[in-house]
């Protein structure tokens, strides 16, 4: 239970840390402070990944044979939520960098942007269910998206907590 928690804490961790650079970009915009680059944006990202799947391989039971055959799946699975990572990822950058200063059509099309990106996960998850189904028992199957979507619904919260609400215009 202790290995389970501490997983937990390292995925919040690596997520408040990815979450981070939009609230420095938004400040560096207005001080010129330093800020974190694109490439230590990516190795939290690699380091959030592989926790996540340490705490995939805690949590989800499965035999050698099981494991055999989810694993390449996972990582198949995993590459396409990176590509999907990737697109929020530079669609936070470019909030940040615009924050304060969007108007209405702008904020908009982030708006939309960001809605079609939850879109696209779920359309993700909705194509790889039949293809884990394949490889694991219902139950297994199950539970793999389970943790995967309570893991990326703490990402999600955390990266939401540290991101400044859209500024309003008078």
């Known amino acids: 239970m202790k290995n389970k928690m501490m997983a937990m804490v390292i995925l919040v961790a690596g997520a408040w840390l990815l979450a981070a650079p939009a609230g420095r970009a938004q400040s560096a915009a207005k001080s010129d402070s330093p800020t974190v680059t694109d490439q230590d944006i990516q190795l939290l990202r690699q380091d959030l990944r592989s926790n ?3 705490f995939i391989a805690a949590n989800l039971k499965l035999t050698d044979a099981e494991a055999t ?3 390449p799946v996972y ?4 590459a396409e939520m990176t590509k999907l990572g990737d697109q929020k990822y530079a669609l936070i950058k ?3 960098q615009n924050f304060g200063t969007l108007n209405d059509a702008q904020a908009q099309t982030l708006l939309n942007r960001s809605l079609a990106l939850d879109e696209a996960t779920a359309q993700l ?3 790889y269910v039949p293809i884990v189904n394949k ?6 199957t199950a539970t793999f998206f389970q943790i995967d979507r309570r893991l990326s619904a703490l990402i999600d919260l955390q990266l939401a907590s540290q991101i400044p609400l859209v500024q309003q215009q008078n």
């Open 69 to 71: 055959k989810f694993w």
């Open 125 to 127: 998850r909705i194509k």
């Open 52 to 54: 996540k799947k340490q």
């Open 135 to 140: 490889v694991l028992p219902g139950t297994k």
């Open 75 to 78: 990582d198949q699975y995993a």
């Open 94 to 96: 470019e909030y940040a």
